[in-house]
């Protein structure tokens, strides 16, 4: 069943906290919507459940506008973080629970609603385990039953606000992959909230964004990464390190010496670069910089940069062979982005490329020098 929201606007206290928010989720799609906290995600969820109203915009189910239907006649599952099970019930009363309380004439009989229940202990991996209580199980089987609970009705879309929230990691590992197989296995249209990135990488085919109540750019987890729509967004995907310098006739010069100048389009001005940790290179032998090996990640390592009078940590590719100490060097973050409040610049990195030749040769450093020694810092 898909999903489409258009132009979905909820303001409280007259402050819009989901603000112009439209958005497509084909039929068996997974889609995360990843944000910050505070940017609007739950309250998104909300929406679509039918648990709250909106001010402005529709929302369609399979093409049929159902804003005006309540949550139960929506036909979608939910499970929010707050997942807590009935305690003083079994775990089969609690994933029958949905079933039992419908009203007489579309109630299924007991039998059914047995054999309903011994499906999705199975599907959950937890055969047996109906006539438990929730005190007796793992915090991971908690979390399986309570999805057993959302897909006892047969819902076509799943909504999961944070369901591994309160997990530990490895639980939370395996939890997912589990997770993405019963989506498949049902044909299930599913949306998660989470802010975790890596979470929404390895589930979602879409993710959708969000920031301040709207989406900042949707896309699978690869376009997000490789072409992220705004500083945000790059910096949310993925771990980089930001460069304060300025742009000056048509090139981006860091604050910290050493750092070799990046092309870079627009008007000149204070602006900062974003660069992958795996985008900046060490030039030992070409600069006055010294780097300290802190920590080290595969290939890549934590350096502190002492470079004229700054120091910065930062991380870069470690150098073939490198020592501990790298002396005399010069940092290439060519690959970076340039940017301006909140804004790209243009310029070098444009669509994840750099003006880095793909054989790893640097723009031609006599090219830049006359350039360099014109401009002086502000
Ligand atoms: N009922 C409410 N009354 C007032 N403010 C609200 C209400 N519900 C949400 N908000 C505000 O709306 C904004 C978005 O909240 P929401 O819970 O949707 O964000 P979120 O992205 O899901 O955050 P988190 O990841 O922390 O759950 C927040 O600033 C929140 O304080």
Redesign the pocket.
């Known amino acids: 069943m898909s999903v489409r929201l258009e132009h979905l606007v909820r303001r409280?206290?007259g402050r819009p906290?989901?603000d112009d928010i439209s958005l497509e989720v084909e039929t068996g799609s997974f889609t995360a919507l990843l944000?910050?906290?505070?940017?609007?995600?739950?309250?998104?969820l909300r929406i679509i459940a039918g648990l709250d109203g909106h001010d402005a915009g529709c929302v369609f189910l399979n093409g049929a506008r159902v804003d005006m239907l309540e949550a139960r006649s929506r036909n979608i599952g939910f499970m929010f973080?707050n997942y807590a099970l009935f305690d003083h019930m079994t775990v089969a009363r609690n994933i029958a629970f949905g079933l039992s309380i419908r009203p007489r004439k579309t109630r299924p009989t007991r039998a059914q609603i047995a054999a309903r229940v011994e499906e999705l202990l199975d599907l959950m991996h937890l055969p047996g385990m109906g006539g438990r209580y929730p005190h007796e199980l793992s915090g991971g089987q908690r979390q399986r039953v309570a999805l057993a609970r959302a897909l006892a009705t047969g819902p076509r879309v799943l909504l999961l606000?944070?369901p591994f929230g309160a997990l530990d990691p490895l639980v939370r590992r395996s939890i997912r992959g589990w997770l993405r197989d019963v989506h498949d296995r049902l044909g299930l249209t599913t949306i998660l909230?989470t802010?975790d990135r890596n979470e929404a990488c390895e589930l979602a085919d879409t993710i959708a964004l969000?920031r301040d109540?709207r989406i900042v750019q949707s896309g699978t987890p690869q376009q997000l990464r490789d072409a992220p729509a705004t500083p945000f967004a790059m910096a949310f995907m993925q771990d980089v390190t930001r460069l304060p310098g300025r742009v000056a006739a048509g090139l981006f010069i860091a604050d910290l010496p050493d750092m070799r100048p990046v092309p870079a389009q627009g008007p000149d001005g204070r602006a900062e670069l974003l660069v992958r940790a795996g985008d900046v290179r060490l030039l030992p032998g070409q600069g006055a910089a010294t780097a300290w090996l802190r920590q080290t990640y595969g290939p890549i390592g934590t350096f502190d940069v002492m470079s004229g009078p700054d120091t910065l940590r930062l991380d870069a590719l470690i150098p073939p062979g490198a020592a501990r100490i790298v002396v005399n060097c010069a940092l290439d973050a060519s690959a970076g982005r340039v940017a301006r409040d909140g804004q790209w610049l243009g310029g070098a990195g444009d669509g994840g490329d750099s003006d880095d030749n793909d054989d790893g040769e640097m723009t031609d450093p006599a090219c830049i020098a006359p350039v360099v020694a014109n401009l002086s810092k502000p």
């Open positions: 409280v206290g906290i989901v944000g910050p906290s505070g940017a609007g995600k739950t309250s998104l973080q606000d944070e909230v802010h969000m109540g």
